[in-house]
């Protein structure tokens, strides 16, 4: 079973800046379409961000991007807004079964 | 528009049944796989299992496989998460999500989540 380890788990960061998110896989993910990129607010369901690794979901400013192949994968939000600080996770999906991150937070 | 509607929050005891549902609407419900996600109190998101409406077929996380049933109903755009016998440890948050066939296109829709407290 594929395991996502994402880093750090808690970022400090103030608006404006540039930060990089990362999630590293337990081994190298056949293929990078199934890797995706989530945002959650406290209270809400997780939202979508990306896509494939790196394809932005509808409706998502472009600061967020997503990078990455093989095992090692990158959100990059180019400047931070008030209404990023949340908690982002990874996930992909293999053999029908969905393997999440456990998160990383970003605060002020 | 495009959306996922659960049933309202639960409060049980340890050892009753429970069924909650998620209705979809704005989109072709048997054109799309459904998964549901447990969170606990400010944990991590935990995959639970996945239906697809058209035919029924499920594939289950092996951590609860013999602890839920997952079911659906193309008729009414219904799918549907069901215990037999709560415990406590069932305690969080529940949600119901899409999943594009071609599985490559992320969870693209989620529900707003149902609570569920189990007492003992």
């Known amino acids: 079973e594929i395991m996502l380890t994402q880093s750090p788990g808690t970022l400090s960061a103030s608006p404006g800046e540039r930060v990089s998110l990362s999630c590293r896989a337990s081994?190298?993910?056949?293929?990078?379409?199934?890797l995706a990129w989530y945002q959650q607010k406290a209270g809400q369901p997780p939202r979508l961000l990306v896509y494939a690794a790196s394809s932005r979901a509808t409706g998502i400013p472009d600061r967020f991007s997503g990078s990455g192949s093989g095992a090692d994968f990158t959100l990059t939000i180019s400047r931070l807004e008030p209404e990023d600080f949340a908690v982002y996770y990874c996930q992909h999906f293999s053999n029908s079964r969905a393997t999440f991150g456990q998160g990383t937070r970003v605060e002020i | 528009e495009v959306q996922l509607e659960q049933s309202g929050p639960e409060v049980k005891e340890s050892g009753e049944s429970l069924k909650i549902s998620c209705r979809g609407s704005?989109?072709?419900?048997?054109?799309?796989?459904i998964g549901w996600v447990r969170q606990m109190s400010g944990k991590d998101l935990e995959w639970m299992g996945i239906?697809?409406?058209?035919?029924?077929?499920?594939h289950y996380s092996p951590s609860f496989e013999d602890q839920v049933i997952i079911s659906a109903d193309k008729s009414t755009s219904t799918a549907y998460l069901q215990w037999r016998s709560l415990k406590p440890s069932d305690t969080a948050i529940y949600y119901c999500?899409?999943?594009?066939?071609?599985?490559?296109?992320?969870?693209?829709?989620w529900g707003q989540g149902t609570t569920v407290s189990v007492s003992s």
């Open positions: 239906i697809y409406p058209s035919d029924s077929r499920m």
């Open positions: 704005g989109f072709p419900f048997d054109g799309y796989w």
């Open positions: 081994q190298s993910l056949a293929g990078s379409r199934f």
């Open positions: 999500a899409r999943v594009p066939r071609s599985w490559t296109d992320g969870i693209d829709v």
